[in-house]
């Protein structure tokens, strides 16, 4: 499975990235299907949060590396390279860029609900 993750460059900006989630843990489910997994991780810290229909944040790093899911509305990011993505309603993404100068978030259309679960160090690294 894969996602967008944006991580810190060497020279203090930040881009965007591709990793690839490995779906690589059999699973016996109800019913006699085989199903396959992720290997399974423990998050502590979770929370939702709403953003304003306004919101335009400058150059800001992550607090820490975390799985964001869009609940409703978009979510653009800029990096540092000006590229822009967005993410909408049920779709993830992972905010990396725990140093350097970080990222600019805005609202489209707002406003938006997320989750944030912070990831372990060795979780997607």
């Known amino acids: 499975m894969k996602l967008t993750?944006?991580?810190?460059?060497a020279e203090g900006g930040s881009c965007?990235?591709?990793?690839d989630i490995p779906l690589d843990v059999e699973r016996a489910g109800a019913g006699g299907f085989t199903f396959m997994s992720?290997?399974?991780f423990t998050s502590d810290c979770v929370c939702f949060v709403s953003l304003p229909a306004d919101l335009n944040q400058e150059w800001h790093q992550a607090p820490t590396r975390q799985l964001v899911q869009i609940i409703s509305g978009t979510v653009e990011v800029t990096t540092t390279d000006n590229e822009a993505r967005r993410w909408s309603s049920g779709e993830f993404f992972i905010a990396a860029?725990?140093?350097g100068q970080g990222h600019r978030t805005r609202v489209i259309d707002g406003p938006a609900i997320v989750i944030f679960i912070p990831l372990p160090h060795a979780v997607l690294a």
Not at 16 to 19: A, D, P, R
């Open 5 to 9: 993750r944006f991580v810190a460059t």
């Open 16 to 19: 965007f990235e591709e990793v």
């Open 38 to 40: 992720s290997a399974a």
């Open 97 to 99: 860029d725990i140093s």
